[in-house]
Nanobody, 123 residues
Framework: QVQLVESGGGLVQAGGSLRLSCAASGSIVSINLMGWYRQAPGKQRELVAT???????NYADFVKGRFTISRDNNKKMAYLQMSDLKPDDTAVYYC?????????????????WGQGTQVTVSS
């Protein structure tokens, strides 16, 4: 059983910063891709940023230059540093990881999601 738990969301004024964290736990062999997604009310979930196990990052155009994704492989953590926040960034932010688990005689690769953390940016 793998669990992802996000933290760090909250209420911030426009122009402010927040740092989201995501901790993975369970019978984890390794974690490949880590990512952050967000879903605003009435909208579909959208990709914010991803980072490979080797540290290669990818960002949605709407966060480039403002958000930074990072990871700590030893701690099984993902981070999203958000700066210059705008009201349009208001959403529930979800952590996503591609996790390899040990099933005894074989290993298995699955996608896991956290429960989400609310980020609200006031104007």
């Amino acid at each position: 059983q793998v669990q992802l738990v996000e933290s760090g969301g909250g209420l911030v004024q426009a122009g402010g910063s927040l740092r989201l964290s995501c901790a993975a736990s369970g019978s984890i062999v390794s974690i490949n891709l880590m990512g952050w997604y967000r879903q605003a009310p009435g909208k579909q979930r959208e990709l914010v940023a991803t980072i490979t196990s080797g540290g290669i990052t990818n960002y949605a155009d709407f966060v480039k230059g403002r958000f930074t994704i990072s990871r700590d492989n030893n701690k099984k953590m993902a981070y999203l540093q958000m700066s210059d926040l705008k009201p349009d960034d208001t959403a529930v932010y979800y952590c996503n990881m591609e996790v390899k688990t040990d099933k005894g005689s074989y290993s298995r690769l699955d996608i896991y999601w956290g429960q989400g953390t609310q980020v609200t940016v006031s104007s």
